[in-house]
């Protein structure tokens, strides 16, 4: 069974830090773009942070751009979501995905076949 199993997640004040990881098990996304989605209460879910197959290329959404850092461990097919000075409007459930079928840091969710099951992350001001 293809799981992507999302941790990290909890609650933290305005201005705060977390750090999310997102493990696959069942087969290896090394050759696969991974990326991080997340979903607010009534909102629609959304682009975050999306890193090439090797790691060198990476793509953030403008909201996050010099708050959140995506890397990844290929070695434990690991995918990390660093996250600084953190604000309340960051308050979602964040989701791991892999896109097998694309090697580049795509922002397109259609791209991305497996989801983890998500983590919440709730920020206070």
């Known amino acids: 069974q293809v799981r992507l199993v999302e941790a990290g997640g909890g609650l933290v004040q305005a201005g705060g830090s977390l750090r999310l990881s997102c493990a696959a098990s069942?087969?290896?996304?090394?050759?696969?773009?991974m990326g991080w989605f997340r979903q607010a209460p009534g909102k629609e879910r959304e682009f975050v942070a999306a890193i090439s197959w090797s790691g060198t290329s990476t793509y953030y959404a403008p909201f996050v751009t010099g708050r959140f850092t995506i890397s990844r461990d290929k070695g434990k097919d690991t995918v990390y979501l660093e996250m600084n000075s953190l604000k309340p409007e960051d308050t979602a459930v964040y989701y791991c995905?892999?896109?097998?079928?694309?090697?580049?840091?795509?922002?397109?969710?259609?791209?991305?076949?497996?989801w983890g099951q998500g983590t919440q992350v709730t920020v206070s001001s």
């Open positions: 069942g087969r290896s996304f090394s050759s696969s773009a």
């Open positions: 995905a892999a896109a097998p079928y694309v090697a580049y840091a795509t922002p397109e969710i259609v791209e991305y076949d497996y």
